[in-house]
């Protein structure tokens, strides 16, 4: 009897390959759009386009963070994430954020010298599976195949992710100094993040925030 069923999660896990969102891309409605260019450095997909000045980001000691914008541009990659997911995901983006930025920086409101201005905008996400994530994740044959995803560094099956930009100036002269589009996802084995259809967005913003603060060092 558990031949059938291995077959069934085989072909589910397989299927959610196919079908997983596409990598983030240059997204044409960004202020920075034509500064960005395909960032060779990065072997996961995950952050196909960047671009970066020669800065010393120790000259910087403040940080505005925006509120991020629920990206509205017709390449968008929502898929069926519902509009107030979207924005209570760009609301908790801007909070964790500031408070991983908090870390090293002090977060103001005004521009200034030593000040930088992040400006982040959540250009796409998916929702977990509600049935088929957990239960590809605890399933042996699904733990096989995020197994793999794992060590490849990819996004396990039928998990839900993030895609946004961020862009980086300096709050005085309005240079833009750092930006690059990003998709994020949980751990390939985080079995917690896939129980409840957000939660594994609200995982990859928390990955993006750790992100954002290794870039500016």
Not at 15 to 27: L, W
Not at 153 to 174: C, F, H, R
Not at 175 to 202: C, D, T
Request: net charge positive.
């Amino acid at each position: 009897m558990k031949f059938p069923k291995t077959i069934l999660v085989l072909t589910l896990v397989s299927t959610a390959a196919g079908c997983a969102t596409s990598e983030p891309v240059a997204y044409e409605g960004l202020a920075s759009a034509a500064q960005l260019r395909p960032d060779t450095s990065d072997k996961t997909g995950r952050s196909p386009y960047s671009y970066r000045t020669q800065t010393d980001w120790r000259q910087y000691s403040k940080v505005i963070v925006e509120p991020v914008t629920v990206y509205r541009g017709k390449d968008g990659q929502f898929g069926k994430m519902a509009e107030d997911d979207r924005l209570k995901l760009a609301s908790y983006m801007r909070g964790k954020f500031a408070q991983v930025l908090q870390q090293r920086y002090a977060i103001v409101s005004t521009p200034g010298l030593a000040t930088l201005r992040v400006r982040a905008t959540l250009t796409g996400g998916k929702t977990t599976d509600p049935v088929l994530g957990p239960f590809s994740h605890i399933d042996v044959a699904g733990s096989v195949y995020n197994t793999i995803q794992l060590a490849r560094g990819k996004e396990g099956s039928m998990t839900g992710s993030a895609s946004y930009a961020v862009e980086v100036y300096d709050s005085v002269s309005n240079q833009l100094l750092l930006a690059y589009v990003e998709k994020q996802y949980p751990n390939a084995l985080n079995i917690g993040a896939n129980f409840g259809p957000m939660r594994a967005s609200y995982v990859a913003i928390d990955k993006g925030a750790n992100d954002l603060l290794e870039r500016l060092r």
